[in-house]
């Protein structure tokens, strides 16, 4: 009598609990190397491929129940500077309006990151900023056409980090909001609130920059807090997520092209 193959019988196994889990990822991981973060739990999963084949069975067993753990315990998070660059992220993804406060100006716009459009002019002379593709239009009180320019996203990349945030933010938050993936030293520090959100506040160092950034819990930026060397600073909230945003490209023969000893228009 020949013996059937075990090939193709699928063997049922016992499913662990939450507590099982921990546990066995505790045990697995008592000698790992000191720095190691198994747990990162990233806002927006993905799933990975890894070679388990050529590893050790006791890292194999490390990989598996380490991504058995991220998917079944809620209670897992990341760390507070990868919490604020999904943020940053996520953000950009949205259209949405704007209030930012810089010392005594104060500046009203609206934002379509992936659209790559947006307007924002300054309360009470109402000189007027407007974000169209690569181009960026200028016009001040009582000047008759439009400055038209580049936007200046190649002298904001060499600048120092800091120094894009404080000059961005009045003018162009998302790609301030960009300069935050280079921030050190963030750390959560508090729950945050605005008119319907609610969410978390963390704090952080940018070269000679300190402030808050506020994370609503769908994991979007909500108000930005930045105090300079000379404690001065500015505050630009974040509302209006979703709102349909339309800039329109001013009158061929209202516009002019920046001078050569200034190539891109004023800023607000």
């Known amino acids: 009598m020949t013996k059937s193959s075990p090939v193709g019988r699928r063997h049922e196994k016992p499913s662990m609990t939450e507590h099982e ?15 190691i973060d ?3 739990a990233p806002p927006r999963r993905r799933r990975i491929s890894l070679p388990v084949a050529s590893l050790g069975a006791a890292a194999a067993l ?4 380490a991504a058995a753990v991220v998917v079944l315990l809620p209670g897992a998070q990341s760390s507070a500077q990868a919490q604020v660059v999904a943020a940053v992220e996520n953000t950009g993804q949205e259209s949405y309006r704007i209030h930012t406060v810089s010392g005594p100006k104060t500046f009203e716009g609206a934002f379509d990151p992936a659209q790559r459009v947006g307007v924002i002019t300054r309360t009470g ?7 169209i593709g690569d181009l960026m239009y200028g016009k001040d009180p009582g000047e008759a056409k439009w400055t038209v320019a580049p936007r200046n996203d190649a002298e904001m990349a060499a600048a120092p980090p800091a120094v894009a945030l404080v ?3 009045p003018l162009d938050p998302q790609a301030a909001l960009e300069r935050l993936r280079s921030a050190t030293g963030v750390s959560e520090s508090g729950s945050a609130s605005g008119p ?10 940018l070269e000679a920059v300190t402030g808050n ?3 609503d819990d769908q994991g979007r930026v909500r108000r930005l807090e930045v105090t ?18 339309t800039v329109e490209t001013p009158p061929a023969d209202q516009v002019q092209q920046a001078p050569a000893d200034k190539p891109k228009p004023k800023k607000p």
């Open 62 to 65: 490390v990989v598996a129940v």
């Open 196 to 205: 319907g959100w609610a969410g978390l506040r963390f704090a952080f160092t």
């Open 21 to 35: 889990l921990r546990t066995l990822l505790i045990r697995a991981t008592e000698d790992r190397p000191a720095g």
């Open 228 to 245: 300079f060397g000379d404690g001065k600073g500015l505050v630009m909230d974040i509302t209006g997520f979703g709102t349909a945003v």
């Open 213 to 215: 950034v506020d994370v």
């Open 125 to 131: 002379d109402g000189a007027e900023t407007r974000f």
């Open 167 to 169: 000059k961005l933010a």
């Open 38 to 40: 198994l747990l990162p």
